[in-house]
């Protein structure tokens, strides 16, 4: 660069002639004229393409396999290498290694998918699910986290739950539009099973009949990324990634999981205050434009479940994906509809709600309401200590009092007495339960009769009234005459 200068002044400001700078600087007269010419070194253009004489007849079976390889497992596409082999082996290349390594390199560049920057107006969003571990109640599980992301502005919301299903995406949406104060005019998502049964022939979307009650709820426009494609809404591709690295590490440690989402919340709530690359206004700043343009909510979320219609089994149980759920065993046999929300499982019949159970994400396993089964129990005593919906119900200890002096003065009608003692559960709290047996185990007055107005009496507060009479089974209090004497001993002067 310093002799093109020195060249470039002789003859421009000095008055050097081309002739005489070729002589001085040791240079063609072609070259001083090209650096008159160009105030800095061109550099190197090539005129005409690369000639391959030895790989040219194979270029295009080359170009083929590429393409191909384009729908194959990222894990099983040809290498340069495998290309190279294939190409000895199939079709006679006599060439060497070297320029097909080099081809195969270009080749891919110019393959290679390139983007248009994409502009997001107000009030618009993008929805999809990620995966990360995490530790409830001192068990790791895996964890599926539900991400909303307003481009705009870059508001988001983050969510957690035990798994990707129907409920677990209608639920999601409700907090998420909760969160946000509105509904976005247009949703973003990919085309998950969850949304969208099927795409026609002619890329159209046919929605599942969740989605469309979702829609029909909240009245947003939904629209779908191409099939494989992240890149379309590649915004909220990139919150997946964010929140996993940033709200998800460490793992998590809580007790519940509403522990685990409080927390998601607060750090969404957090990074409103941030300010990101390129922008000079906060997240929060930005998204009051996002919120000018949302839609309003609702009066009421939607009922985010899964609704299906079965029959309860002669045990009184219904299933859902695999597990089995009580209901009161007068609604055996009978067809009942079972809604399947995130967190609890509700069972009606004939419109009327007859139980709730908190959701089970096992497999194969009984979820038992002990309630349910008091009735039939009540009249097949025998089973009572076989009974599987009563194994690991904690009562307390004045129950098992009860029961073994019950049986011990009655038998057989002992043990349907103290049912009868259970099934006042059904209608009042343990401890209201339990203090009227306490009681009933003070005077004692051990039966049904004397717990039910013990309860009764303290509910209503007015003293009890026990005629024991009545009950020639239970024990009499013996009323001695009171006689002078007895009250000498209130005179006698203690040791």
Not at 90 to 116: N, P, S
Not at 329 to 338: D, F, I
Request: net charge positive; charged share 30%; aromatic share 10%.
């Amino acid at each position: 660069m310093e002799v093109y200068t020195r060249v470039r002044r002789a003859v421009q400001v000095d008055g050097m002639s081309i002739r005489q700078a070729a002589r001085e600087f040791g240079l063609s007269r072609k070259t001083i004229r090209k650096m008159l010419q160009f105030s800095l070194p061109p550099g190197y253009e090539r005129k005409k393409p690369v000639l391959r004489p030895k790989l040219g007849p194979w270029l295009g079976i080359i170009d083929q396999i590429l393409v191909d390889d384009k729908t194959q497992p990222k894990k099983q596409r040809h290498t340069a290498k495998r290309i190279f082999d294939r190409l000895k082996a199939e079709y006679a290349y006599g060439g060497g290694y070297t320029i097909v390594k080099d081809y195969v390199r270009q080749a891919r560049l110019t393959h290679k998918e390139v983007f248009v920057p994409l502009a997001h107006p107000a009030g618009d969003a993008q929805a999809d699910f990620g995966e990360a571990l995490v530790a409830i109640a001192g068990v790791e599980q895996k964890a599926h986290f539900q991400c909303f992301d307003l481009p705009q502005s870059d508001d988001c919301f983050v969510i957690a739950f035990p798994a990707e299903n129907t409920e677990a995406f209608l639920e999601g949406h409700n907090q998420a539009f909760a969160y946000f104060g509105g509904v976005p005019r247009t949703m973003l998502y990919d085309n998950t099973r969850i949304a969208v049964k099927e795409i026609a022939g002619d890329g159209e979307r046919r929605p599942t009949e969740a989605f469309s009650g979702l829609q029909s709820h909240y009245l947003f426009e939904a629209k779908f990324g191409r099939p494989g494609k992240g890149n379309d809404k590649g915004n909220v591709e990139g919150l997946v990634g964010y929140a996993r690295r940033n709200f998800l590490v460490p793992v998590p440690r809580v007790t519940s999981w509403e522990e685990l989402n409080a927390q998601l919340r607060q750090a969404c709530l957090q990074r409103r205050q941030r300010k990101l690359r390129g922008h000079t206004e906060t997240i929060a700043e930005r998204f009051e434009r996002d919120r000018e343009k949302l839609l309003p909510l609702p009066p009421a979320p939607l009922e985010a479940c899964e609704k299906r219609t079965t029959r309860a089994s002669s045990q009184a149980l219904v299933r859902y994906e695999t597990n089995d759920y009580s209901v009161p065993t007068e609604y055996g046999h009978r067809q009942v509809l079972l809604k399947a929300f995130v967190w609890e499982v509700v069972i009606s019949c004939a419109s009327e709600v007859i139980a709730r159970h908190t959701r089970s994400y096992g497999r194969e396993e009984m979820i038992f309401d002990p309630l349910h089964y008091l009735a039939l129990l009540e009249q097949k005593t025998n089973a009572l200590d076989q009974a599987a919906p009563l194994q690991g119900w904690r009562l307390p200890e004045e129950f098992t009092e009860l029961r073994r002096q019950m049986e011990a003065r009655l038998g057989k009608r002992g043990r349907r007495e103290y049912v009868q003692v259970l099934r006042l559960l059904e209608t009042f709290s343990v401890e209201e339960v339990a203090a009227a047996v306490r009681q009933a185990l003070r005077y004692p007055a051990v039966a049904f009769d004397a717990v039910k107005h013990l309860l009764l009496c303290a509910i209503e507060r007015r003293p009890p009234k026990l005629d024991l009479e009545n009950y020639p089974h239970l024990p009499m209090a013996e009323v001695a005459l009171t006689r002078a004497a007895d009250y000498q001993v209130l005179l006698e002067e203690a040791p």
